[in-house]
Nanobody, 122 residues
Framework: VQLQASGGGLVQAGGSLRLSCAASGRTVRSNDMGWFRQAPGKEREFVAAVRRSGGSTYYTDSVKGRFIISRDNTKNTVYLQMTSLKPEDTAVYYC????????????????WGQGTLVTVSS
């Protein structure tokens, strides 16, 4: 599956952004879909995932209650709605697709988008 992420930008602390990840080649419904992020000087980390079966969602603790991952099967797109953004959310955000049956580690995912930069100013 090919993935194209978009929607990043500069936002003030407390603001909101919605990231989009458009898929082609395979449907988002047939994959576990995830969002990861990589801040400057840090390793890439798991942010959120939505399972292909049942649509269950999972989040890293630091974004629970602020971010929502969702999937629109008709548009073959996955979204990450981010609210109450903090400067520590600044990172390049990557969408990813997994057919491994697992969802929380980078190595679980076989397809990656190009990344979109989110910058949160204080």
């Amino acid at each position: 599956v090919q993935l194209q992420a978009s929607g990043g930008g500069l936002v003030q602390a407390g603001g909101s952004l919605r990231l989009s990840c458009a898929a082609s080649g395979r449907t988002v419904r047939s994959n576990d879909m995830g969002w990861f992020r990589q801040a400057p000087g840090k390793e890439r980390e798991f942010v959120a995932a939505v399972r292909r079966s049942g649509g269950s969602t999972y989040y890293t603790d630091s974004v629970k209650g602020r971010f929502i991952i969702s999937r629109d099967n008709t548009k073959n797109t996955v979204y990450l709605q981010m609210t109450s953004l903090k400067p520590e959310d600044t990172a390049v955000y990557y969408c990813s697709a997994s057919r491994s049956g697992r969802y929380s580690l980078q190595r679980d995912y076989s397809s990656w988008g190009q990344g979109t930069l989110v910058t949160v100013s204080s």
